[in-house]
């Protein structure tokens, strides 16, 4: 007989429930995204749903309705009524018995969460610290895939020297991204940050980050820079959509310029707050 343990308990193949098979548990066979609101309103959906859409492309997913995960993300928002909230949601191949090719007319199954998003404020003001980790992921990260063991690493690693972000570093010795948000710098009057590529997520909020530049009195320039150079900018900055613009005040230990957050970001932070209605 063909059977299964979950816990302590054997359970006949045929009789077991199909979400232990599911091939994101088994490979992290799926796609993901976070969304959020603020004061009761999603922020840059359709932006997110576009980047799903494309990341179900690049995996070869049988697509979901785009209309149709906008109905559900919208309805189970307003179910939980949380008005500062994150909602999670992901599309993984299906479930089926365990092996690397995927068997024909597989179901995609949908998972989401929609949980309360803690307070930003104090980070916002203090700053915060980080520190540079190899690079160690595969050579797509542009797509938004369940696969994060590398992020999750660096970013524990991180925590574990009191930092909140881990600056990844690939081999050219240069930043990639963060584990889990995109990088800027100011340098006297430029906002730098890498070009988008296979090397780092199409981050949405770095996008709106890049579009509010001009308003800072910034001009955008996007080329990559080391650890060393993001030590010696003006101010550094972190831009992920569950806390939009974080300051970053030191790297592995050593300060950027007098370890407080700068005016630039500041303002960027206020221009993002503005345009998301927080
Ligand atoms: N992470 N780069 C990586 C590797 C990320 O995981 C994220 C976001 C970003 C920022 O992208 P965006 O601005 O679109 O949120 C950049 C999400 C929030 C997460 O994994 O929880």
Request: hydrophobic share 45%; net charge neutral; charged share 25%.
């Amino acid at each position: 007989m063909e059977l299964a343990m979950v816990r302590d308990s054997i359970v006949p193949l045929t009789q077991l429930d199909p979400v232990y098979l599911d091939r994101g548990t088994f490979f992290g066979d799926g796609v993901y995204e976070v969304v959020r609101s603020y004061r009761g309103r999603l922020f840059a959906l359709t932006e997110h749903l576009e980047r799903f859409e494309r990341s179900q492309r690049e995996i070869a997913l049988r697509l979901t309705d785009t209309a149709e995960l906008r109905r559900r993300i919208e309805r189970a928002f307003a179910e939980a009524g949380l008005p500062e909230a994150a909602v999670y949601f992901h599309l993984t191949r299906g479930s089926a018995k365990r092996e690397h090719t995927w068997p024909e007319g597989l179901e995609p199954s949908f998972f989401l969460t929609v949980t309360a998003l803690p307070d930003t404020a104090g980070i916002k003001e203090k700053g915060v610290a980080v520190a540079t980790h190899p690079d160690w992921r595969w050579k797509r990260c542009d797509i938004k895939s369940l696969n994060l063991l590398p992020n999750i690493l660096a970013k524990q690693a991180a925590n574990a020297r009191g930092c909140f972000e881990a600056l990844l570093v690939d081999e050219q010795g240069r930043i990639t991204e963060g584990a889990s948000s995109a990088v800027l710098a100011v340098v006297g009057d430029a906002l730098v940050t890498r070009p988008l590529g296979p090397e780092i997520l199409p981050s949405i909020t770095r996008h709106f980050v890049l579009r509010l530049a001009e308003r800072a009195g910034l001009t955008v320039v996007e080329k990559p820079f080391t650890p060393a150079e993001a030590v010696a900018a003006d101010e550094l900055l972190l831009a992920v959509t569950t806390k939009d613009v974080v300051p970053v005040v030191s790297v592995d230990g050593r300060p950027i310029a007098d370890g407080r957050p700068g005016p630039r970001t500041r303002r960027l932070a206020a221009e993002f707050a503005e345009l998301a209605g927080a």
